[in-house]
């Protein structure tokens, strides 16, 4: 169960690794189509897609699972670890895959939230000089206005005239007849 934790972690960084790789030139895709279709079928020069960047879930999987392959073939018939002799083996060749699948989904987030972050970093700078600016302006009425309370409480206590003496609720009552 270690090992196999080990490889899926390697895994993860490595489909981090190839995402990233092919997210800054795709070189080796344009080569493969350049070779597999036609003239008129080749993809334009603009295009940034790659075997695994910019790519739908199936391809993706195709690639990641083909290029495991190849490699477990490999080391099936250069050394004498027996890949497919075992569960153990089969066990690290689909972990491996998977885990390369789910470090290009990965990289993929972080470059898109990257991305995301640099095109508002300039707009979230300038709403919070906005926001600061608001309240500074905020403070400052709040100064003013408690000012303006003390200033307008002094000028009610002097100018108040006392007031006539009214009748209580009890008197009107008794006036009305109704007690």
Do not use: C, H
């Not at 290029?67 to 075992?86: C, D, K, M, Q, Y």
């Amino acid at each position: 169960m270690g090992l196999e934790l080990i490889i899926f972690i390697v895994a993860v960084l490595f489909g981090i690794f190839l995402y990233w790789r092919e997210s800054n030139g795709n070189g080796a895709y344009r080569f493969v189509n350049k070779i597999v279709n036609s003239k008129e079928l080749q993809m334009s020069a603009d295009n940034p897609k790659g075997f695994v960047y910019k790519q739908a879930f199936i391809p993706r999987l195709i690639f990641m699972v083909s290029l495991v392959l190849v490699a477990a073939v490999v080391v099936e018939f250069l050394t004498p670890i027996s890949v497919f002799g075992s569960y153990n083996g089969i066990s690290a060749f689909s972990s491996f895959a998977a885990g390369a699948l789910l470090g290009t989904y990965l990289a993929n987030f972080v470059l898109k939230s990257s991305k995301v972050i640099e095109a508002q970093s300039e707009t979230i700078e300038e709403k919070f000089e906005q926001v600061v600016e608001k309240g500074k302006d905020l403070l400052d009425d709040l100064k003013s206005k408690d000012q303006n309370e003390v200033d307008t409480s002094e000028t009610e206590v002097k100018t108040s005239e006392p007031k006539v003496q009214e009748k209580s609720a009890r008197e009107r009552l008794k006036d009305k007849g109704l007690m």
